[in-house]
C-alpha cells in the first residue's frame, strides 16, 4: 500500500472516530436534558409551595430537549404535559392580570401590571385556552390608558382570531365607539 493511500485510509478512519464522538456527545447532552425535564416535571407536580417556579423551569427543559435532541417522537410525549404547564402558568398569569385590572377599577392603580401580564400571556402561551379573553381585557386596558389605536387593533385582532368568541361582538362595538369618538 502506497504512503498517499495509507494517509487517506487513515483520515477516514479519523473522520469516522470524530464523527462518532460527537453523535455520542449529542446523545448523553440529550439524556442529560431530558432527565433534567424529567426532574423538573415531577417537581412541578409534588411542589405545590414552588410550583410556579418548578412549572416555568420544567417548560424551560422541555423546549431545551426539543432543541437539543431534535427527536420528533419526544414532542408526542413531553407535548401534552408542555401544554398542561402552558395552561396552567397562562391561568396563573390571566389571574394576576385580572387583580392589576380590578385594583385599577377601584382606583388602586395597577393598569400597566395588567397589560404586561396580558402581554406575557400572549407572547408566550400562544395555545393559551382563554386568549379570546386575554385580548379582551388588553383592549378595555389600553382603552383605560387612553391608547384608541392599540386598543383598536388589539379588539381587531381578537375579532380576527376568534370570531366565534362571544367577545367579538362586544369588541366591534368597542371598535365602533371608539371611531365614533375623537382620539384624546
Known amino acids: 500500500m502506497s504512503v ?7 483520515a477516514l478512519l ?3 472516530v470524530a464523527v462518532t464522538s460527537v453523535g455520542a456527545q ?3 447532552e440529550c439524556e442529560q436534558v431530558r432527565a433534567d425535564a424529567d426532574e423538573s416535571i415531577a417537581r412541578s ?8 417556579n418548578f412549572e416555568a423551569r420544567a417548560r424551560v427543559q422541555i423546549l431545551k430537549m426539543y432543541e437539543v435532541c431534535k427527536d420528533e417522537s419526544l414532542e408526542g410525549q413531553y407535548g401534552p404535559t408542555l401544554v398542561d404547564i ?3 402558568m397562562g391561568e396563573h398569569e390571566f389571574t394576576l392580570a385580572k387583580y392589576y385590572y ?5 382606583g388602586k392603580g395597577g393598569l400597566k401590571g395588567a397589560e404586561s401580564r396580558l402581554r406575557i400571556i400572549l407572547e408566550k402561551y400562544v395555545e393559551y385556552s382563554k386568549s379570546d379573553e ?3 381585557l388588553l383592549g378595555r386596558t389600553y382603552v383605560f390608558e387612553h391608547r384608541q389605536e392599540d386598543g383598536t387593533a388589539t379588539f381587531t385582532d381578537l375579532i380576527r382570531k376568534y370570531p366565534a368568541s362571544p367577545l367579538a361582538y362586544k369588541a ?3 371598535i365602533d365607539r371608539l371611531a365614533a369618538k375623537p382620539s384624546q
Open 102 to 106: 380590578n385594583q385599577y377599577r377601584a
Open 172 to 174: 366591534q362595538t368597542y
Open 4 to 10: 498517499n493511500r495509507l494517509v487517506s485510509v487513515l
Open 14 to 16: 479519523l473522520t469516522a
Open 134 to 136: 386575554v385580548l379582551f
Open 45 to 52: 407536580k409534588d411542589n405545590f409551595r414552588d410550583k410556579s
Open 26 to 28: 449529542d446523545h448523553s
Open 86 to 88: 402552558e395552561e396552567r
